[in-house]
C-alpha cells in the first residue's frame, strides 16, 4: 500500500475565506475529507499537513523518505520563492505532484515561475479543489507504473 505526504502551505488553512473569488469557498478541512475519501477508493494511505512555515515543510520533506513513497504539495506562495522547498523535494527524491487551485499561469506575473516545478513529475493547476485529487491520482499513478 502507497502511503503519499499531501503538503499544504501558507495561507490554505484560510481556505473558503481568502478571496473566493480566485481559490473557491471550500475550506482545507473539506478538501482534506475529499482527499481521504479518495485515498480510501485508491487503497492508499495519506498524511496531510499544512503550514504557515517554510521550515516546517522542508523538515516534513526531509523525513517524508522514511515512510512515504511520493508528494503531492501546494506550497502556496512557496511555489514561486522557496529554493529551500525545492531542494528538499530534489535531496529527497521522492516523486512529487505540484498542484495549484487557481491557474497560476493566468495570475499575476510573478505567479508564473514555480521553483518546484523543475523537480516535480508534474503539476496540475486552475481546477481548485480538483487539482488535489488529480494530483494524487497522478502520483499513485506515476507510483504503480514505476515502482510497481
Sequence with gaps: MFSILVLH????????????GIYGSETLDNINGLLEQEAEALGIKI???QSNHEGVLVDVIHSA???HQGI??????????????????????????????????????FRHHSFVAPV??????????????????????YLQKTIS
Design 65 to 67: 523518505s522514511e515512510q
Design 72 to 109: 503531492v504539495i501546494n506550497a502556496g506562495a512557496y511555489t514561486h520563492t522557496s529554493i529551500a522547498i525545492r531542494d528538499a523535494i530534489s535531496g529527497v527524491n521522492i516523486p512529487t505532484v505540484e498542484v495549484h487551485l487557481s491557474n497560476i499561469y493566468r495570475r499575476e506575473q
Design 47 to 49: 498524511s496531510v499537513l
Design 9 to 20: 502551505g501558507p495561507n490554505l488553512n484560510l481556505l473558503g475565506l481568502r478571496e473566493p
Design 120 to 141: 516535480a513529475v508534474g503539476q496540475i493547476s486552475g481546477f481548485g479543489s480538483e487539482s488535489y485529487i488529480l494530483g494524487l491520482k497522478a502520483i499513485v499513478n
